[in-house]
């Protein structure tokens, strides 16, 4: 045997893996020719079949994808029988191997539960959608809620049980989803929508918030769990103004914080008055107890004048002016041993100055009278607490003044004048500001509460003001003649109530208005009302009416000595025979509770009886005995005088409404000669006391 032999025996024994390769080459060609081939005929094939399932003007409920030679179906069939039609006709496609699913059947969900949630590259859809909206149209309706670009993966089943207007609901939630972070979710619940997750901002989170207050028409809030976002720069401030309110900015950790501090700050502030400017975030240390802080920073504002608190980057700042020179070393105090854990001292800039105003309070409530505010020396503060201990029998007294310059000249003097009175009364407060003398609250008797407040101005040392604002049990508080002018002019600001063009009759809008007005004439006995009807800018009459009376008025339904009389007693008269001469009474608006016609009538006659009416004209009477037969008289029928005019039947309105809430005859009135104030300015409603 040669020795070639060995080497042609192996060659034979390796003979067929020699091919392999080129085999393998041959098969990978024809697979990368031969597979899309037949993945695109079958898509195709099986695509018309989905599209048959589709009902006339409504997509398909079959969805087909090709992988290879596998089609993966997706979808939710009306019934079983449907879908079984489907799936035989796709598993007799030439060609397929296998058909992967499942498809399901369209059920009843209850509840009908639908998530949208936010992920990194988009928005995921779980839960139900209603069968009656293919996903395409789905789709098409909900992105315009969502930010351009991202992508909606609609995974949700078709069920049946939708709440109404979903599709409304749906974008709604979709829109509001943008203002949080990745991972939060959005759902709807039949007709309640929850969400939980984190704002992805602070202006988000307010704007998220704010949209909560006006959702879709028949929809309720759910569980809402929202946290703040996360910022780095978290500080909060407390400013306190000259006048004693506070103002709280910076940034809060929840609503819970927000309300105890909101509390605490109220009672905090010298004159009660709190601004709130805070916004919700995170990024408070979590060694730092938020309320802690809070209160502390409360605390320090109260030793100010005015000025500052600030906590940022865990140190607390204060800058402005000290309450007084013995609040330097306690604000010191303070710093050094009473901050939370968390917290260290930061910058401190304050000043001292004499208190302007000086303030002094004596305040009686329950069992205990508390005094606060600002005493010149220790001899005063002996004397007035002597005073009050002399008059008060089971109350606790409970002394927080302190000591600070700046006190006006006999203030020990106008101090025991005032307590005396106080001490009078079953409940109120005393407040001294520089001369000025505040007392309010509630007397037991009527007469006690009147010559309190004639005794207490009199008593006062010269150059010093008193004012008071007593009740007693059962009784409205009276308000002095200055404060009423004040508060009305305050209220009346802007264009008065304007009506429909050619009508009298109220408006619901005109309604807080004028219970306002009415609310502050019974605290007012004193005020005069003088109400001018508005005309229309289309009537010619009212246009051609200037703002005086008008001459051509019958003169003789007007007393001649109306023009000696002051504005407001002629009105009065002038509303009262437009009470006995008005043909036609207009419209008048009834609230709820109103009594009815009968206490319009009991009005109507009160308003009636301000002013004597002048009888109405009628024609001479006519001998019947001395006329021939047939004979008729010579002179025309009388006629009775003209009714209001439609400016005219707006005041009287007006003064209606009044009338019913309340106010007394002499409180209000027409103005006088036909007075029309142009359409654009409403109806006139002045001041004449």
């Known amino acids: 045997m040669s020795a070639a032999s060995p080497f042609r025996d192996r060659c034979r024994r390796l003979g067929w893996a020699v091919g392999l390769p080129g085999l393998a080459a041959i098969l990978g060609v024809s697979a990368a020719w031969i597979t899309p081939r037949v993945e695109d005929r079958l898509g195709a094939e099986a695509d018309a079949i989905a599209r048959a399932t589709a ?105 049946l049980g939708g709440p109404p207007d979903f599709t409304t609901a749906a974008t709604y939630a979709l829109a509001r989803l943008r203002a949080l972070t990745p991972g939060s979710r959005i759902m709807l619940e039949d007709t309640r929508l929850s969400i939980l997750g984190e704002a992805a901002s602070v202006s988000d989170d307010e704007a998220l918030r704010a949209a909560l207050t006006d959702l879709p028409m028949g929809y309720s809030l759910g569980r809402i769990a929202i946290l703040p976002a996360m910022i780095p720069n978290f500080r909060f401030v407390v400013t306190r103004s000259a006048e004693g309110g506070l103002d709280l900015s910076g940034y809060v950790v929840s609503d819970a914080v927000r309300a105890e501090i909101r509390g605490e700050a109220a009672a905090a502030a010298e004159n009660g008055q709190v601004t709130d400017r805070m916004r919700s975030a995170r990024g408070l240390p979590p060694e730092i107890d938020a309320a802690a802080m809070a209160r502390v920073t409360l605390q320090l504002a109260g030793l100010m004048q005015e000025g500052s608190v600030t906590v940022a980057e865990a140190r607390v700042s204060l800058s402005g002016v000290a309450l007084d020179a013995q609040a330097i070393p306690e604000i010191d105090t303070l710093l050094r041993t009473g901050l939370p854990a968390g917290l260290a001292r930061g910058d401190v800039a304050l000043t001292t100055r004499p208190l302007s105003p000086y303030r002094v309070a004596m305040r009686r409530d329950g069992d205990s009278v508390t005094l606060t505010g600002h005493l010149p020396d220790t001899a005063t503060r002996e004397a007035l607490l002597g005073t009050l201990r002399a008059r008060l029998f089971r109350e606790r007294l409970i002394d927080r003044t302190r000591l600070g310059q700046g006190a006006p000249a006999e203030l020990a003097r106008a101090l025991q004048v005032t307590a005396g009175s106080f001490t009078l009364l079953a409940k ?198 001395k006329r021939a037969p047939g004979q008729t008289d010579a002179k025309p029928a009388a006629t009775a005088e003209p009714g209001p005019d439609l400016a005219q039947q707006r005041a009287l309105a007006i003064v209606d409404y009044l009338l019913q809430a309340g106010l007394r005859p002499d409180q209000v009135a027409i103005a006088a000669g036909g007075t029309v104030r142009p359409a654009a300015e409403g109806v006139g409603i002045a001041n004449r006391s």
């Open 55 to 159: 009902e006339p003007g409504a997509e398909p409920w079959l969805r087909v994808a090709v992988a290879g030679r596998d089609l993966i179906l997706n979808g939710e069939a009306p019934d079983a029988a449907t879908r079984d039609t489907a799936h035989r006709r796709l598993a007799d496609l030439p060609g397929v191997r296998r058909l992967v699913g499942p498809v399901g059947l369209v059920a009843l969900a209850s509840p009908f539960v639908w998530i949208a949630t936010r992920s990194r590259d988009g928005v995921d859809l779980t839960g139900s959608r209603p069968a009656e909206i293919g996903v395409g149209a789905l789709a098409e309706q909900l992105a315009p809620a969502l930010e351009p670009g991202t992508p909606l993966r609609d995974q949700a089943h078709a069920a």
């Open 428 to 625: 109120g407060e005393a407040r001294i500001a520089d001369r000025s003398v505040t007392l309010m609250g509630e007397s037991l008797y009527p007469q006690g509460a009147r010559r309190m407040a004639v005794d207490l101005s009199a008593a006062m040392p010269q150059g010093w003001n008193a004012e008071t604002t007593l009740t007693s049990p059962g009784a409205t508080a009276v308000r002095p003649p200055e404060a009423c002018v004040t508060a009305f002019d305050a209220g009346a600001a802007g264009p008065g109530p304007v009506f429909s063009p050619g009508s009298a009759t109220l408006k619901p809008a005109f309604y807080p208005r004028l219970d306002a007005i009415a609310v502050l004439a019974k605290t007012c006995p004193t005020l005069r009302l003088l109400i001018t009807g508005h005309g229309d800018p289309s009537d010619p009459a009212a246009s051609a009416k200037t703002a005086v009376a008008n001459s051509t008025l019958d003169k003789t339904a007007v007393d001649k000595t109306a023009v000696d009389k002051p504005a407001v007693e002629s009105a009065v008269e002038s509303t009262a025979s437009l009470e006995a001469t008005r043909l036609e009474k207009p419209e008048t608006v009834k609230r709820p509770g109103d009594k009815g016609s009968d206490k319009q009538d009991s009005k109507d006659k009160s308003l009636a009886k301000t002013a004597p009416r002048t009888a109405p004209k009628t024609a001479p009477k006519t001998d019947s005995a």
